[in-house]
C-alpha cells in the first residue's frame, strides 16, 4: 500500500513538474507577425470544394486540369495566400476538399478561386464563407514542407 501511494505521489509530482517546464510564454512578435488579435485568433476565409457541373470532361483533359490545381495550391501556399488545402476521402455528399484562404474578405477569396483550373472549368465548385481561428494555422504550410519527404 505505501509503495502505490509513493507512485501516485511521485507520478502526481512529475506531473506538476512537467506542466511547470512547458507552460509557453506569449510571444508578441510572433503574434504580430501573425496578424493575431489578442486571443491569438484572426479571420480566414473557409472554402468547401464540391463536385462541380461538369461532367464531360476528357480523362486528358481532366488529368491536365488537376495538374494545374496542384499546381496553383502549391503557388497560393508560397505566396502565404492559402493557410491549408487538402482532399477529402471517398464520400456521399460530393465534397471534394477544403481551401483555408489566409485572407480576410470572401471577395479576396473569390479572386484567388478563379486562379484555380479545376474550379474554372466546372470540375469543383467552391463555397466560401468567413472563418475566425488560430493565427497559428499559418504555420501549417512552412511545418509541412518540413516533414514532406516526398513532394506533391
Not at 502505490?4 to 512537467?18: D, E, H, K, P, Y
Not at 481561428?133 to 512552412?142: F, H, I, K, R, T
Request: hydrophobic share 40%; glycine share 4%.
Amino acid at each position: 500500500m505505501k509503495s502505490i501511494l509513493f507512485v501516485l505521489a511521485f507520478l502526481s509530482f512529475t506531473t506538476i513538474s512537467f506542466a511547470q517546464e512547458t507552460e509557453v510564454k506569449y510571444d508578441e512578435a510572433l503574434a504580430k507577425s501573425l496578424h493575431a488579435d489578442e486571443y491569438g485568433m484572426k479571420k480566414y476565409v473557409f472554402c468547401l470544394l464540391k463536385s462541380g457541373s461538369n461532367t464531360t470532361a476528357s480523362k486528358e483533359e481532366t488529368k491536365k486540369l488537376f495538374e494545374g490545381h496542384m499546381a496553383n495550391i502549391n503557388k497560393l501556399a508560397k505566396e502565404g495566400k492559402l493557410a491549408v488545402a487538402g482532399p477529402f476521402m471517398k464520400n456521399d455528399r460530393n465534397y471534394r476538399g477544403i481551401y483555408i484562404f489566409n485572407v480576410e474578405t470572401v471577395e479576396e477569396a473569390k479572386a484567388l478561386v478563379a486562379t484555380d483550373p479545376a474550379i474554372k472549368a466546372n470540375l469543383l465548385e467552391a463555397e466560401l464563407t468567413p472563418w475566425y481561428c488560430s493565427a497559428a494555422l499559418q504555420e501549417v504550410p512552412q511545418i509541412h514542407e518540413k516533414i514532406a519527404k516526398t513532394k506533391m
